[in-house]
């Protein structure tokens, strides 16, 4: 089992920043790949941002690409997500995900039902 923690969120203005942390505990060997999604309700929960544990390679939803960056911190075992000039369309809540299997395939890394551990969220509300 890997134990997921996210913090960070807040609300902000428009332009602001935020870096999230997801703190991991537990077996995190077992984690190949880590990702973020976000939700908001009514929606089906988004991917936003995903690294291959392996080699570092990084992956991003188009509309937050050059305003968000993934990485980890290995000896913290916590993965981040800095989020830079924030936009009202970036508010949700943002969840971190652990996979244990991990593929550089779009349609694998974007889908929640390939990541088996989730934290419980961190709320992010950018205001206008």
């Known amino acids: 089992q890997v134990q997921l923690v996210e913090s960070g969120g807040g609300l902000v203005q428009a332009g602001d920043s935020l870096r999230l942390s997801c703190a991991a505990s537990?077996?995190?060997?077992?984690?190949?790949?880590w990702g973020w999604f976000r939700q908001t309700p009514g929606k089906e929960r988004e991917f936003v941002a995903a690294?291959?544990?392996?080699?570092?390679?990084?992956y991003y939803v188009d509309s937050v690409k050059g305003r968000f960056t993934i990485s980890r911190d290995n000896a913290k075992n916590t993965v981040y997500l800095q989020m830079n000039s924030l936009k009202p369309e970036d508010t949700a809540v943002y969840y971190c995900?652990?996979?244990?299997?991990?593929?550089?395939?779009?349609?694998?890394?974007?889908?929640?039902?390939?990541?088996?551990?989730w934290g419980q969220g961190t709320q992010v509300t950018v205001s206008s």
């Open positions: 995900a652990a996979a244990r299997v991990f593929t550089a395939r779009e349609n694998y890394y974007t889908s929640p039902e390939k990541y088996t551990y």
């Open positions: 537990g077996r995190t060997f077992s984690a190949a790949g």
């Open positions: 690294m291959s544990w392996s080699d570092a390679d990084t």
